[in-house]
């Protein structure tokens, strides 16, 4: 079969965009399929914005993506509407018309874990807000003492829910979880004491009461840096 490149290059089909929900930040999942013609294609230029009216400015290239598929990641936690087109360009450098794409709109939902402090960073790069980012490539990290915390907020109280820890390998040996209503009155949830391994921890909460915020404080570090956690997640027994 011959490929005639000559021509203009048609439009993307079947551009999908799908929400997916994740307990810090939401993201939402791109899938098309290439353009009819069976040409060889280089890569596709992801365009997205709020605005539905939206034209193939700079401003508004999401990605240049290698393949036909695109996670739009790191939004929310308030819910967001993007609408998206994808044109691709071919070997010959052919790229397809922006108005023939496809439109597809996309609305994430409200993220569980709203916000994130902490008593310390180590710097503005391992701030508490890269624990409820969604992304196992950020974290916060502490200064390098004992006695440090970092608390999470939620998006409304529960009573009944489970929080994850995902620890970098600078853990905590010992820690306190503690919930609270208000950010200021805390109750003890758990007490770890002697943890050996940097392995992520679960722990099921019921029964301190109804809580907006969490916090885990670090009481006696495993190792010589500061407590460090990838990821601090909270999932509410009952959906809300
Ligand atoms: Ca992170």
Do not use: C
Request: net charge negative; aromatic share 12%; charged share 20%.
């Amino acid at each position: 079969m011959t490929i005639d490149y000559r021509t203009p290059l048609g439009p993307v089909v079947a551009l999908s965009a799908t929400p997916q929900e994740g307990p810090a930040r939401q993201a939402v999942v791109l899938d098309w399929t290439p353009p009819a013609g069976g040409r060889v294609l280089d890569h596709y230029m992801v365009y997205g914005s709020p605005r539905p009216g939206f034209t193939a400015r700079e401003a508004e290239l999401v990605v240049e993506a290698p393949v036909s598929r695109y996670v739009h990641a790191g939004l929310g936690p308030d819910p967001e509407t993007w609408h998206y087109r994808v044109v691709g360009i071919d070997a010959a450098g052919n790229v397809g018309a922006f108005e023939r794409s496809p439109l597809v709109t996309s609305t994430t939902p409200a993220s569980f874990v709203v916000g994130a402090t902490a008593s310390s960073q180590f710097s503005d790069d391992y701030a508490a807000r890269f624990a409820a980012d969604g992304s196992m490539s950020s974290r916060w990290a502490a200064a390098y003492t004992d006695d440090e915390w970092i608390q999470v907020e939620l998006a409304r109280p529960i009573a009944t829910g489970r929080v994850e820890l995902h620890w970098q390998g600078a853990y905590a040996r010992d820690y306190d979880l503690l919930v609270s209503p208000d950010g200021a009155a805390w109750t003890v949830a758990r007490e770890v004491r002697g943890k050996a391994t940097a392995a992520p921890d679960a722990h099921e909460v019921d029964g301190a009461g109804e809580f907006r915020f969490v916090r885990m404080h670090g009481r006696l570090r495993a190792t010589q840096w500061g407590f460090s956690i990838w990821e601090f997640w909270v999932f509410p027994a009952t959906p809300g």
